[in-house]
């Protein structure tokens, strides 16, 4: 990862086509990799982009050298009502952790989900916080990352858009 050139910078209201396009190449690659069900057709929705967006806190995208967005995803430190209850499983720690959601990338910087995964954990890291992510059981690749990453699976949650279970991940 350190010999990728990209910034991580909050989104813009003028980022959102680009980020609303990578999700769509997203959705692709997820139903064209076995992982069809995770965000279907419609997710995220883009009155959910918007609204991240213009939070202004939470919505990230990742940039590289020509300014071309790469990478876009949701990051927040603080409870997370999606963690709140883990089946089959518990938690590494029960203190403050930061959270990754709905990330996906353009396809254009091989590693640009790591990078943004490892800018996010080193941002938690640095606020003495763990970070916690979930992805569904389908998305192997997804799974494979962040096992690679150093996050250890720690159970089963359940979503509260659809109530669908999701493995959950925490990297200390």
Known sequence: MDNLNLTIRHSKISDYEKMLAIYARARDFMAATGNPRQWNT?????????HDIEGGENSFVAVDEDGDIVATFFFMMGHDQTYDIIEDGKWKQDGPYGVVHR????????????YCLDWAYDNCHKNGRTLRIDTHCDNKIMQNLVTRLGFEYCGIIYVREDNDPRYAYEKL
């Open 42 to 50: 419609t997710w995220p929705p883009a009155d959910l982009i918007k």
């Open 103 to 114: 990330i996906a990338v353009s396809g254009k910087v091989k590693g640009a989900g790591a």
